[in-house]
């Protein structure tokens, strides 16, 4: 590859500051600029100045440019392993370029029609808050750690009953500083949920693992199951099978709305019956499972065929 100087390619003395750097870029990038130049050369100068711009205006980046020498300039050469994996400065020419420098160069939105900056909106930022199932089923207050051009700052924020696994919730104007008169920008929270040891969420309806005994599947009756608020009784109908899902209405998760009464309303529990047969039992247990199996002449196989 041949060695460019950048340098060269904006114009200015190797000793330019930043400010002058950006000064001679804005005026290269608005003559010639593909959608404002007709000169046949004009795409291939915006991208070099773009390119030297990339560089020169990073101090890592161009000091490491700078070790490489202007005697360089026109021959060829091979940068070592780490120019390329750390200082590269080929490929796309607006990989490390901000945006409102290159609008700014081009007379859009950086500056206002008389030549005075105009306002921009400040910067949005992202986080992800993993939450406990029970906070996010009766919402919380937690405090959020910022680190922005504004320095450090702890935001308290209140997440609402109801929220699930996957939603976003926007704090409108608690992100970055505008410039020049611009709204501050938002902040994104993207909620994700801890791994609960009994429940599994699907939106606001929970799910866990029923455990019944072959006699409580067999006769039925009320067993006692879990809910985010304690337990409560479930009728299991005689003859309940492996499989079978039991639902509890209205004992799943918050949905953040409420009914014509103002209760709030909220989701299904559902037990996923499980039939646990004992790895052990006593003697007298296993008079009684010879005597059920005496009384019942199919076996489990050939009733399902049947």
Same mark, same amino acid.
């Given at each position: 590859m041949k060695f460019k100087d950048y340098y060269a390619a904006l114009g200015i003395d190797r000793n330019a500051d930043l400010e002058q750097i950006k000064k001679a870029y804005r005026k290269l990038a608005r003559q010639y600029h593909p959608d404002v130049s007709k000169a046949p050369d004009a795409e291939a100068r915006f991208k070099d100045a773009a390119e030297a711009y990339a560089t020169l205006k990073n101090p890592e980046k161009r000091a490491a440019y700078d070790e490489l020498g202007s005697q360089l300039q026109g021959r #060829?050469?091979?940068?070592?392993?780490?120019?390329?994996?750390?200082?590269?400065?080929?490929? $796309?020419?607006?990989? #490390? &370029?901000?945006? $409102?420098?290159?609008?700014?160069? &081009? +007379?859009? +939105? +950086?500056m206002g029609g008389r030549g005075e900056p105009s306002a921009q909106p400040g910067q949005d930022f992202e986080d992800t808050v993993h939450l406990d199932l029970a906070d996010a089923h009766r919402g919380r207050t937690l405090n959020l750690d910022l680190s922005d051009q504004g320095g450090a700052r702890t935001l308290e924020v209140k997440i609402p009953p109801g929220v699930r696994a996957g939603q976003k919730i926007r704090l409108r104007g608690m992100g970055g500083p505008g410039r020049h008169g611009g709204p501050a920008g938002d902040i994104y929270l993207h909620i994700e949920l801890k791994p609960h040891p009994v429940f599994r969420a699907d939106r606001h309806d929970l799910y866990f693992d029923l455990a019944l005994a072959p006699w409580e599947a067999a006769l039925g009756g009320d067993v006692e199951v879990p809910t985010l608020e304690g337990s409560v009784l479930l009728t299991v109908a005689p003859g309940t099978q492996s499989g079978h899902k039991l639902r509890v209405r209205g004992r799943g998760m918050n949905t953040g709305k409420k009914d014509e009464q103002g209760l709030p309303l909220r989701g299904d529990l559902y037990g996923i019956v499980h039939i646990d047969v004992p790895a052990t039992i006593s003697p007298r247990e296993r008079e009684l499972y010879q005597e059920l199996a005496s009384l019942s002449p199919r076996s489990v196989r050939e009733l399902h065929k049947t």
């Open positions: #060829d050469f091979t940068p070592p392993p780490q120019w390329q994996q750390q200082h590269q400065t080929g490929g $796309s020419a607006f990989e #490390d &370029m901000d945006l $409102s420098d290159l609008l700014a160069a &081009m +007379g859009r +939105g +950086g």
